[in-house]
């Protein structure tokens, strides 16, 4: 029988609240909000608390970069326990280009099943790694913001920051046609994904 990896936590401030960070020596399991808990991020047993992991100290240092508009993409080992499609769809939104925003339904169609949007909106409720795997870049065919485990104010909120960061970092304006508090959808990204049988036997990290 298989043994289950040893768990790391530590916890670490940021702008959005104190976020629980939690990895095995494999790479990061999971970014815990504020006053969510741990079972509902898919992680069983007790964590060891251990500040001083590299994934965690990496994990620590990458969202200080990203909060400070000085990182648009993570680069951090992902350990992700989920079902087959769960971990499809919570890898494909590491493909959402920072400051941008796609819907459920073009996630869906990206994996390669387009009538699966509400399973594709399913399985982001249940991205056990918030902000690295940007499920907040995800919104509904309306524009509308939709569920957010950390709550639709600080959904807005992240939205907002990214678009500040790129009106900083260019002149020019942003990609499709802006919605709400600044943020754009982008029209084409998902329009050539690779199907989600291929896409599985990609590596998480």
């Known amino acids: 029988m298989q043994t289950k990896p040893m768990l790391h936590s530590t916890t670490h401030a940021t702008p959005v ?3 629980t960070l939690v ?3 494999r790479g990061l399991r999971a970014v815990v909000w504020p006053k969510a808990s741990l079972r509902g991020a898919g992680v069983s047993g007790r ?3 251990d500040p001083d992991h590299l994934i965690l100290k990496t994990t620590a240092s990458q969202l200080d970069e990203y909060f400070a508009g000085e990182r648009t ?3 951090i080992p992902l350990d992700l326990e989920g079902t087959r499609f769960q971990v499809a769809a919570w890898r ?3 493909e959402i280009p ?6 459920y339904g073009r996630q869906a169609a990206g994996l390669g099943i387009p009538t699966a949007a509400r399973a594709v909106g399913a399985a982001n409720g249940a991205n056990p790694v918030c902000i690295v795997l940007p499920c907040h870049r995800v919104i509904g ?8 485990g950390g709550g639709l104010p600080v959904k807005q909120w992240l939205l907002d920051h ?4 790129l009106a900083a970092s260019s002149p020019s304006p942003l990609a499709g046609e802006g919605r709400g508090g600044g943020y754009s959808i982008d029209s084409t990204q998902w329009q050539h994904r690779l199907p989600v049988q291929t896409r599985l036997s990609m590596p998480v990290a």
């Open 98 to 103: 920072f400051g941008t925003t796609t819907t």
């Open 162 to 165: 990214e678009a500040r960061v």
């Open 92 to 94: 494909s939104l590491a």
């Open 17 to 19: 609240g104190e976020l």
């Open 73 to 75: 993409a993570f680069d």
């Open 23 to 25: 990895a095995s020596d």
């Open 47 to 49: 964590p060891h608390r």
């Open 141 to 148: 065919s309306d524009g509308s913001l939709t569920g957010f």
